[in-house]
């Protein structure tokens, strides 16, 4: 498995504003992921986070709306940015162990969006 | 396209009263089926992954079985701190090759009262 943490674990934040999610892991991954969970609906990938190169993004999900960086293989960050009460959400990083193709989800971050 | 289904959407047992949960999907081609729990307010916690068809992984109470359709969570003499919502995802092969996208259900909300 993998020990990930994710700062902060929640927040309530202005239309307009933005908030950058930051998810650690305690050993180098390759792979992580970003994914959202909306209330009362399952999760969706956002985007796949790429180490030294930009993350791939999922159809609906654009850069200037949810930039991420992955400067190093255990940090990244998920920008949400210009913010709508249609942002609230839970953002959820994961990691992917290999061989099986596991991935291993953090605590999350719970956003609400007034 | 890729899909998800799980059924029911919540179900409520006695401690003690097996059931199974159920998890239909349609996917290209099946790369690998994913259960997970999650508890309120905390990101999904890893269960099993299946492969192929006639699989089956265990793990306490828990029993998760896969066919070329569906894939079945039992559950045996389920006790209170089994109560968690459980996910069902699948990983699929597409014509570009693996993909490590988690296509999630929207899960099943399990209550076991004492």
């Known amino acids: 498995s993998a020990v990930i943490s994710q700062k902060p674990s929640r927040d309530i934040c202005q239309r307009g504003t933005s908030l950058t999610i930051q998810c650690q892991v305690d050993s180098q991954v390759t792979m992580m992921f970003w994914y959202r969970q909306q209330p009362g609906q399952s999760l969706t990938l956002i985007a796949t986070a790429n180490q030294g190169s930009e993350a791939t993004y999922e159809s609906g999900f654009v850069i200037d709306k949810f930039p991420i960086s992955r400067p190093n293989l255990t940090f990244s960050t998920l920008t949400v940015s210009n913010m709508s009460p249609e942002d609230s959400s839970i953002y959820l990083c994961?990691?992917?162990?290999?061989?099986?193709?596991?991935?291993?989800f953090g605590p999350g971050t719970r956003l609400t969006v007034t | 396209e890729d899909q998800v289904t799980q059924s029911p959407e919540a179900l409520r047992l006695q401690e003690g009263e097996s059931s199974s949960l159920n998890c239909s999907y349609t996917v290209s081609g099946l790369r690998g089926l994913f259960w997970y729990r999650q508890d309120p307010g905390k990101g999904p916690e890893f269960l099993f992954t299946?492969?192929?068809a006639g699989e089956e992984k265990e793990k306490e109470r828990l029993k998760a079985t896969l066919t070329k359709k569906e894939s079945f969570l039992h559950i045996t003499a389920p006790k209170p701190e089994d109560s968690a919502t459980y996910l069902c995802?699948?990983?699929?092969?597409?014509?570009?090759?693996?993909?490590?996208?988690?296509?999630f259900g929207t899960g099943t909300l399990l209550a076991v009262q004492p």
């Open positions: 299946l492969y192929s």
């Open positions: 994961s990691v992917l162990r290999a061989p099986n193709y596991e991935q291993y």
């Open positions: 995802a699948v990983q699929a092969w597409n014509y570009g090759g693996a993909t490590n996208k988690l296509i």
